[in-house]
């Protein structure tokens, strides 16, 4: 259960990297960060598919040192998975909402 815990952590950053390192160049409806923001051009695509995928490879990195955090408290099965999957959940939210203020400031949309 541990290892799978945080193997979440290591394929946030295996994605992150990825998609910082190999950004799809055109804009595509399968593979990067795609949101009708990020979509609106070539410029807000490339943008997107790096920050994304800086953050991606940062917020893994925190919620594997988290879920490490977790496991040293000892605390019940049951609550340590809760939290790990309440973390599981918050982690693209927050990223989410990260680059998509971070789009529309950097490119002073409404």
């Given amino acids: ?5 945080l193997s979440f952590g290591l394929i ?3 994605a992150g990297f990825i998609l910082y390192q190999f950004p799809p160049k055109n804009i595509n409806s399968l593979y990067g960060y ?10 807000h ?3 997107a598919q ?3 995928g ?3 490879m940062w917020s893994g990195g925190v919620y594997a040192m988290l879920i490490m955090f977790l496991f040293w408290l000892k605390l019940e099965d049951l609550i340590t998975i809760i939290i790990a999957l309440a973390l599981l959940i918050l982690v693209p939210i927050i990223l989410f909402i990260l680059v998509e ?3 529309k400031g950097k490119f002073n949309q409404k």
């Fill in 101 to 103: 203020k971070k789009l």
């Fill in 12 to 14: 946030f950053i295996i």
């Fill in 50 to 52: 790096k920050y994304s």
């Fill in 54 to 56: 800086r953050l991606m």
């Fill in 45 to 47: 695509w490339s943008f």
């Fill in 1 to 5: 259960m541990n290892f799978t815990l």
């Fill in 34 to 43: 795609r949101t009708k923001r990020s979509m609106k051009d070539i410029y």
